[in-house]
C-alpha cells in the first residue's frame, strides 16, 4: 500500500501559474501516476498521467499545452505544473496511484491509491 499526500494548491488569479505535488510514502516506480480533479458538483475528470518510467504522458484535451506532469522515481514525487490557469480550473486536485500498470488510465477505475486532494481556485 501506498500513501499519497498532495500539496501546493490555493488562490491564484487566471492566468497565473501553480505547481502541485505530491509525495508517495514508499517507491512509486511500480506504479503509473496520475491527476485528476474534482470540481463542486461535478464527477471526478482526468487531468495528467504519467507511465512508471515516465516515458509516457497523457493529457486531458482540456489541459494539453498548458499543464505538463512530472515524475522522480528517484524522490517518489509526482508534480503538476499548470499554468495560464483559467477559473475554470478551479477544483479539488488528487494524486492517484495504479499498480503494475506502464500504460496509464484515464478512468478513475484504473487506479488503486487516492491522496486527500489539495484545493485550487482561480479567480477571475
Known amino acids: 500500500q501506498v500513501q499519497l499526500v498532495e500539496s501546493g494548491g490555493g488562490l491564484v488569479q487566471a492566468g497565473d501559474s501553480l505547481r502541485l505535488s505530491c509525495a508517495a510514502s514508499?517507491?512509486?516506480?511500480?506504479?503509473?501516476m496520475g491527476w485528476f480533479r474534482q470540481a463542486p458538483g461535478k464527477e471526478r475528470e482526468f487531468v495528467a498521467a504519467?507511465?512508471?518510467?515516465?516515458?509516457?504522458?497523457y493529457y486531458a484535451d482540456s489541459m494539453k499545452g498548458r499543464f505538463t506532469i512530472y515524475r522522480d522515481n528517484a524522490k517518489n514525487t509526482v508534480a503538476l505544473q499548470m499554468n495560464s490557469l483559467k477559473p475554470e480550473d478551479t477544483a479539488v486536485y488528487y494524486c492517484?496511484?495504479?499498480?503494475?500498470?506502464?500504460?496509464?488510465?484515464?478512468?478513475?477505475?484504473?487506479?488503486?491509491?487516492w491522496g486527500q486532494g489539495t484545493q485550487v481556485i482561480v479567480s477571475s
Open positions: 514508499r517507491r512509486i516506480s511500480s506504479y503509473a
Open positions: 504519467t507511465s512508471r518510467s515516465g516515458v509516457l504522458t
Open positions: 492517484a496511484a495504479a499498480i503494475g500498470r506502464e500504460t496509464p488510465s484515464q478512468d478513475t477505475r484504473g487506479y488503486n491509491y
